[in-house]
C-alpha cells in the first residue's frame, strides 16, 4: 500500500513570495489533515477535510493561507503571501474510517524556508 | 492549558536498556485516544502505539507498552531493549471525543538518544 506522497520535499522562498504544497493520501482515505510544525515543536492542525469538504479551519490563518481538497482525493495547501514565521515543516495525514483507534498515515512533509 | 504535556525536552538511554519517556494529558471529556508516535531526523511521522480511554488493558506493541494511569491522566511510554534505531523524537498525541476523525493534539515531544 502507497504511503502519503507530498511535494516539494524542501522549499525556500523569500518573505511575502508564494507558495502551494501537495499531498496525494493513501487510496480510500477519506480524512485528510494538514498540520504545521514549527523547529522544537509537535505538529499543530491547520485545517481538516473529509472527503472534499472542510470539517476544521479554527487554526488557519486564512488571510494568508488557503487549501483546497477537489474531488475529495489530492489537496494543495497555499501560502500568500509567506511570512518569516510561516517558516516550518508541512505534514499532511489521511485516515481511514471512523474508528477512534485508527491511526493517522503521515507523509514526508514540505519543510518550508522563508527568507 | 497544555492539552499535552512531556516535560522531558531530552533523554539518554545505553543499548539494550529499557526507557520511559512521560505524557500527561488534560481533558474533561470522557472518550479520548492516546497515540505515540515517532519521528526521526528523516521527518516523517510513524505511529507506535494507541490507547483508548476505555481499555481495560495497557496497551502493548512489540518493544513498545504505553503505561496508562487513568486517575493520574499520564500515558507513558516505554520502550524496552533499545537500540540505536530507536533515536529518533517521541511525540505523544490525543484525540478527544467520541469521533475516530477529531484531530490529534500533539506534545512538544521527547528526543530520545540511544548510545552505544
Known amino acids: 500500500e502507497a504511503g502519503v506522497a507530498q511535494s516539494p520535499r524542501y522549499k525556500i522562498i523569500e518573505k511575502r513570495q508564494s507558495v502551494a504544497f501537495w499531498c496525494n493520501p493513501i487510496?480510500?482515505?477519506?480524512?485528510l489533515y494538514w498540520y504545521q510544525q514549527i523547529l522544537g515543536q509537535g505538529p499543530k492542525l491547520l485545517i481538516q477535510?473529509?472527503?472534499?469538504?472542510?470539517?476544521?479551519d479554527s487554526q488557519l490563518p486564512k488571510d494568508r493561507f488557503s487549501a483546497e481538497r477537489l474531488k475529495g482525493v489530492d489537496s494543495t495547501l497555499k501560502i500568500q503571501p509567506a511570512k518569516l514565521e510561516d517558516s516550518a515543516v508541512y505534514l499532511c495525514a489521511s485516515k481511514s474510517g471512523g474508528a477512534s483507534y485508527n491511526e493517522q498515515f503521515f507523509g514526508p512533509g514540505t519543510r518550508l524556508t522563508v527568507l | 492549558a497544555q492539552k499535552i504535556t512531556q516535560t522531558q525536552p531530552g533523554m539518554f538511554v545505553q543499548e539494550k536498556e529499557a526507557v520511559t519517556l512521560d505524557c500527561t494529558y488534560d481533558t474533561s471529556d470522557p472518550s479520548y485516544g492516546l497515540f505515540w508516535y515517532k519521528q526521526p531526523s528523516s521527518g516523517e511521522m510513524i505511529f507506535l502505539i494507541y490507547?483508548?480511554?476505555?481499555?481495560?488493558q495497557n496497551a502493548t506493541e512489540g518493544r513498545y507498552s504505553l503505561n496508562f494511569q487513568k486517575a493520574r491522566k499520564s500515558a507513558n511510554l516505554v520502550i524496552s531493549a533499545s537500540q540505536l534505531g530507536d533515536s529518533a523524537m517521541y511525540f505523544c498525541?490525543?484525540?478527544?471525543?467520541?469521533?475516530?476523525?477529531?484531530?490529534?493534539?500533539f506534545g512538544k515531544g521527547t528526543r530520545l538518544s540511544v548510545i552505544a
Open positions: 477535510f473529509q472527503n472534499n469538504g472542510v470539517v476544521d
Open positions: 498525541a490525543m484525540r478527544e471525543g467520541p469521533e475516530g476523525n477529531t484531530p490529534l493534539v
Open positions: 490507547q483508548g480511554s476505555y481499555d481495560q
Open positions: 487510496s480510500g482515505h477519506a480524512t
